[in-house]
């Protein structure tokens, strides 16, 4: 194959169904595998997201491209990674670079292949701009450290919270000896590194992922470990893929898990790193998950119903970010605005951003509630995720392996 059928096959699983083509449409000459990313602080960019191999020798069950996944294999040299994506960073078709791969043999070969390649875009190419770096499991310390020099964001997928899961979904991988020390020590690495004013490349944090109800694990145990992880400034944020089969694995016949599951944890984890939550504000139920129906938030608030409701003339943001509909940038806004000019109505709030469905029960002004009731909880006709088709997926990479 030449290489650009090879980038299309190691770049096949980088964009999701809705978004293949993306480029490819307008451009029918481009390279496949660049997805277009939106950023947090707005706005969007390009990544061309590509493996370096899609050979692996590691036995994970809902993985393809395990160690007897029927998948075809190929590989991309440093060169190819290299010279393909500087082909497109010119043509002004990709702004960054995740790059990823699989393990086939020894893990600290395929790791020097990827930073083999971070190396000649950094050193030949002199490009300083984004690149994701994924650590695989088994890299070696020196391993870490060069990437933390070469790369602005680095990511260790854990994808359980401890020992016994991790090893339900791959018998090769170390959860407690090798994954969750790699991804402390990249984290103290980039924590390092923000706070270098020599440091010419800006350092983004570390990332990780976990494949949600796969191995039988629990939100609790799950957030936990990312409010820990958070909490040290070891990990900059968590994702949160909700487990899918997919046939021709060795969990081909597993349930899948209700896409909610996934939402309500990438909720949680904004309350932990964005709200000023801590861990034990969270709510759970019996078997330690959060409830499905409710938003974190709202089961918080319905939790604490001596705290409610609040004043919005007099009561301080820190509060005020707690109301089920008010966000940060809400919260802030409420605050100034009421220094300057009277709230008077509903609208006022609405006008600022807030969804006053879900908060007027919360509130009140001047000693008023705006809702003598919550907002109603929606009927369901099916459990969640029971309205779905649970046939096993067909792709040669779950999407999670670009997260």
């Given at each position: 194959?030449?290489?650009?059928?090879?980038?299309?096959i190691?770049?096949?699983?980088?964009?999701l169904?809705?978004?293949?083509?993306?480029?490819?449409?307008d451009?029918?000459?481009?390279?496949v595998?660049?997805?277009?990313?939106?950023?947090?602080?707005?706005?969007?960019?390009?990544?061309?997201?590509?493996?370096?191999?899609?050979?692996?020798?590691?036995?994970?069950?809902y993985?393809?491209?395990?160690?007897?996944?029927?998948?075809?294999?190929?590989?991309?040299?440093?060169?190819?990674?290299?010279?393909?994506?500087?082909d497109?960073?010119?043509?002004?078709?990709?702004?960054?670079?995740f790059?990823?791969?699989?393990?086939?043999?020894?893990?600290?070969?395929?790791?020097?292949?990827?930073?083999?390649?971070?190396?000649?875009?950094?050193?030949?190419?002199?490009?300083?701009?984004?690149?994701?770096?994924?650590?695989l499991?088994?890299?070696?310390?020196?391993q870490?450290?060069?990437a933390?020099?070469l790369?602005?964001?680095?990511?260790?997928?854990?994808?359980?919270?401890?020992?016994?899961?991790?090893?339900?979904?791959a018998k090769?991988?170390?959860?407690?000896?090798d994954?969750?020390?790699?991804?402390?020590?990249?984290?103290?690495?980039?924590?390092?590194?923000?706070?270098?004013?020599?440091?010419?490349?800006?350092?983004?944090?570390?990332?990780?992922?976990?494949?949600?109800?796969?191995?039988?694990?629990g939100?609790?145990?799950?957030?936990?470990?990312?409010?820990?992880?958070?909490?040290?400034?070891?990990?900059h944020?968590?994702?949160?893929?909700?487990?899918?089969?997919?046939?021709?694995?060795?969990?081909?016949?597993?349930?899948?898990?209700?896409?909610?599951r996934?939402?309500?944890?990438?909720?949680?984890?904004?309350?932990?790193r964005?709200?000023?939550?801590?861990?034990?504000?969270?709510?759970?139920?019996?078997?330690g998950?959060?409830?499905?129906?409710?938003?974190?938030k709202?089961?918080?608030?319905h939790?604490?119903?001596?705290?409610?409701p609040?004043?919005?003339?007099?009561?301080?943001y820190?509060?005020?970010?707690?109301?089920?509909?008010?966000?940060?940038?809400?919260?802030?806004?409420?605050?100034?605005?009421?220094?300057?000019?009277?709230?008077?109505t509903?609208?006022d709030?609405?006008?600022?951003?807030?969804?006053?469905?879900?908060?007027?029960?919360?509130?009140t002004?001047?000693g008023?509630?705006f809702?003598d009731?919550?907002?109603?909880?929606?009927?369901?006709?099916f459990?969640?995720?029971?309205?779905?088709?649970?046939?096993?997926?067909?792709?040669?990479?779950?999407p999670?392996?670009?997260?």
């Amino acid at each position: 194959m030449d290489r650009r059928q090879r980038v299309a096959i190691l770049s096949e699983s980088a964009v999701l169904d809705r978004e293949r083509g993306l480029l490819a449409q307008d451009n029918p000459g481009a390279a496949v595998g660049i997805t277009k990313v939106r950023l947090p602080a707005g706005g969007a960019t390009h990544l061309m997201r590509v493996m370096q191999t899609n050979a692996c020798s590691l036995s994970c069950g809902y993985c393809p491209t395990f160690c007897g996944g029927k998948v075809k294999r190929t590989a991309l040299g440093p060169e190819e990674v290299a010279r393909t994506f500087m082909d497109m960073h010119r043509r002004g078709l990709a702004q960054g670079l995740f790059l990823t791969s699989g393990v086939p043999g020894r893990p600290a070969r395929a790791t020097d292949r990827m930073l083999a390649t971070l190396e000649l875009l950094r050193g030949r190419e002199g490009f300083r701009g984004y690149v994701h770096l994924k650590l695989l499991p088994g890299a070696d310390d020196a391993q870490v450290d060069q990437a933390a020099r070469l790369a602005n964001r680095l990511s260790v997928n854990l994808e359980g919270p401890g020992d016994v899961y991790v090893r339900r979904l791959a018998k090769e991988k170390d959860f407690s000896g090798d994954l969750l020390p790699k991804l402390e020590r990249a984290g103290r690495l980039l924590r390092e590194a923000r706070r270098d004013p020599q440091r010419s490349l800006p350092a983004a944090g570390v990332t990780t992922q976990f494949v949600v109800g796969a191995s039988g694990e629990g939100d609790r145990e799950i957030l936990s470990l990312v409010a820990r992880l958070e909490g040290d400034r070891l990990l900059h944020h968590a994702h949160f893929s909700a487990f899918q089969p997919v046939a021709g694995t060795p969990m081909e016949g597993a349930p899948a898990t209700p896409a909610v599951r996934e939402f309500r944890l990438y909720q949680a984890e904004h309350l932990l790193r964005q709200y000023s939550f801590r861990f034990d504000d969270l709510v759970f139920d019996s078997s330690g998950n959060l409830p499905l129906d409710d938003d974190p938030k709202t089961a918080w608030a319905h939790a604490h119903p001596d705290q409610f409701p609040l004043e919005i003339l007099s009561a301080p943001y820190e509060l005020l970010v707690r109301v089920p509909g008010l966000g940060p940038k809400a919260a802030r806004d409420l605050v100034q605005l009421r220094r300057r000019s009277p709230v008077r109505t509903l609208h006022d709030l609405r006008r600022l951003g807030v969804d006053v469905v879900r908060a007027a029960y919360f509130l009140t002004l001047r000693g008023r509630r705006f809702k003598d009731a919550p907002a109603p909880v929606q009927l369901r006709l099916f459990a969640p995720g029971q309205h779905l088709t649970q046939a096993p997926f067909r792709t040669p990479v779950p999407p999670c392996a670009y997260r």
